[in-house]
């Protein structure tokens, strides 16, 4: 990377040994900061200078974005209505610039903190596209990458931090690189930082104990005033319809707190399907289609057996019945015959003469 930077601390730095500012101030404090950028290349070069609240990611680690679909309702005073400073800046070649951000502290007091970071972006490299991941440095407080640099910003008028809170606002079932996934969504509504956070989550069918799904996190970092998405892998299964029951907790070890969440949520079948079409490696339960097929299959067989029963039996009373009649038809014949050949036979004398008494 040809750009870096370095924060100069002022006298007002309460981590004096930091990579990033962590400042302590008053109200209606003015206060000029110097960021220097170096350029380490043969060319000069253009910097974007952007100032943005921190976010928590997905991953657990302090995101810096301007995106305004992370901003949380509980935000209130982000860092880039107090900081500003010029959009762009130029670096000469081997050398380095200042750029100045004027601090501008509201005269109504604020309680916790205000976090963000000023991030540095070489333009020429955006353009090429050279993006890489983003990368924590070893404070944890900024982010890298090839084209970019982040440096933290963290300000508080007193010592008194309020007490951490963390909620659980939804449940729904998502993906997370195309796999399926029940995304749980977390909020820190308080204006702290909660460092050092582990889960432990498991997803149960509704009123039953046996876990079907389970995953358990380390070290996660928790920006205030943010929410931020907890995913559960379903394991590259199909989403089944139906309403689970959700286990989870979550223990700050810097500060010992320690939350615990109970709540149901339900897939209904069109969410199932759409998400299961979209899925990929899905892999499918063979054995449940085979204990399904084995059930259709008896429950034919049964029909079948049944409709060959009840069709025996209606031929073999046919059978009976036209026996009966074909029987009842002899013996009517057979009696009418029998009638007939019971009559005496008439004998006549006709043509016949009598002997005569002589």
Do not use: C
Request: hydrophobic share 35%.
């Amino acid at each position: 990377m040809q750009l870096s930077v370095e924060a100069e601390l002022p006298e007002n730095q309460i981590t004096k040994d930091a990579g990033y500012y962590d400042l302590k101030v008053t109200p209606g404090q003015i206060q000029e900061l110097v960021l220097k950028v170096y350029n380490a290349g043969d060319k000069e070069t253009t910097a974007k200078i952007e100032i943005n609240p921190a976010y928590t990611g997905d991953g657990g680690t302090f995101v810096y974005s301007i995106d305004a679909s992370k901003k949380d309702d509980s935000l209130k005073l982000p860092l880039s209505d107090i900081a500003s400073t010029d959009e762009n800046i130029s670096i000469p070649a081997k050398s380095a610039a200042d750029v100045i951000v004027k601090l501008a502290i509201p005269d109504e007091p604020f309680e916790g903190i205000i976090f963000g970071g000023i991030r540095v972006t070489d333009t020429q490299k955006e353009k090429e596209g050279t993006k890489e991941s983003e990368e924590k440095d070893s404070s944890g407080f900024s982010i890298s990458n090839k084209y970019a640099y982040t440096v933290a910003m963290r300000l508080r008028e007193n010592n008194q931090i309020p007490d951490s809170n963390l909620q659980l606002k939804t449940i729904s079932a998502s993906q997370v690189v195309g796999r399926n996934a029940v995304k749980v969504l977390l909020q820190n509504p308080t204006p702290t930082i909660i460092d050092k956070v582990s889960y432990e989550a498991k997803i149960m069918k509704k009123g039953q104990s046996q876990v079907l799904f389970e995953r358990k996190a380390n070290d996660y970092r928790i920006a205030p005033n943010t929410n931020f998405n907890f995913p559960i892998s379903w394991e590259n299964k199909p989403f089944e319809a139906g309403t689970y029951d959700l286990m989870m907790t979550a223990k700050s070890e810097e500060s010992g707190q320690k939350w615990d969440f109970k709540q149901e949520f339900t897939i209904s079948a069109k969410e199932a399907k759409e998400l299961n079409d979209k899925a990929i490696d899905l892999e499918q339960d063979y054995l449940k289609y085979i204990i399904y097929g084995a059930i259709a299959a008896a429950f034919l067989l049964v029909l079948i057996i049944t409709l060959l029963v009840i069709y025996s039996k209606k031929k073999k009373k046919k059978r009976k019945k036209k026996r009966k009649a074909e029987s009842q038809s002899k013996n009517k014949r057979r009696k009418g015959t029998n009638n007939g050949a019971s009559k005496p036979k008439r004998k006549t004398n006709s043509g016949k003469r009598r002997p005569n008494g002589n």
